[in-house]
């Protein structure tokens, strides 16, 4: 018996043929870029599960440093983009705090930097991310 091909080759697969099998046939703009948006979802979700375990759990130990979160680390993959989760809620809520001084939003942007790259690098591979461009 020959094992199926895992769920990341099956959705890349599925966003290779959307986009260079189906989306030239489509010759009706609306449906065109539909199919577009599908090979896209279907791309996005393959590179998310790629790295899922990683990246959710970098971002735990990011948000748990901005927000001094002492509550020890979930262990399920479940539990820990749960406590994502609420500790993003907590952080927006500090950002929006007038409380919250320059200086203590300027310490957050490195965090903040690296958690919008990690996301980049998932939904967006080819975006150009160096600090030095215009």
Same mark, same amino acid.
């Given at each position: *018996?020959?094992?199926?091909?895992?769920?990341?080759?099956?959705?890349?697969?599925?966003?290779? !043929?959307?986009?260079?099998?189906?989306?030239?046939?489509? +010759?009706?703009?609306?449906?065109? !870029?539909?199919?577009?948006?599908?090979?896209?979802?279907? !791309?996005?979700?393959? *590179?998310?599960? *790629?790295?899922?375990?990683?990246?959710?759990?970098? #971002?735990?130990?990011?948000?748990?440093?901005?927000?001094?979160?002492?509550?020890?680390? =979930?262990?399920?993959?479940?539990?820990?983009?749960?406590?994502?989760?609420?500790? #993003?809620?907590?952080?927006?809520?500090?950002?929006?705090?007038? +409380?919250?001084?320059?200086?203590?939003?300027?310490?957050?942007? =490195?965090?903040?930097?690296?958690?919008?790259?990690?996301?980049?690098?998932?939904?967006?591979?080819?975006?150009?991310?160096?600090?030095?461009?215009?």
């Amino acid at each position: *018996m020959q094992d199926a091909p895992d769920r990341e080759t099956i959705l890349l697969g599925l966003a290779k !043929f959307l986009e260079r099998e189906i989306r030239p046939l489509v +010759k009706e703009p609306r449906a065109s !870029f539909r199919v577009l948006v599908g090979a896209h979802l279907a !791309f996005t979700a393959a *590179m998310e599960s *790629m790295d899922e375990d990683a990246d959710v759990a970098a #971002e735990l130990e990011r948000l748990r440093a901005l927000t001094g979160d002492g509550v020890p680390a =979930p262990e399920s993959l479940r539990d820990k983009k749960r406590r994502v989760a609420a500790l #993003e809620g907590r952080l927006c809520e500090a950002i929006r705090d007038p +409380k919250t001084s320059a200086a203590e939003l300027d310490a957050m942007r =490195p965090a903040l930097r690296a958690s919008l790259l990690a996301k980049l690098r998932v939904n967006n591979p080819r975006f150009d991310t160096r600090a030095d461009i215009e």
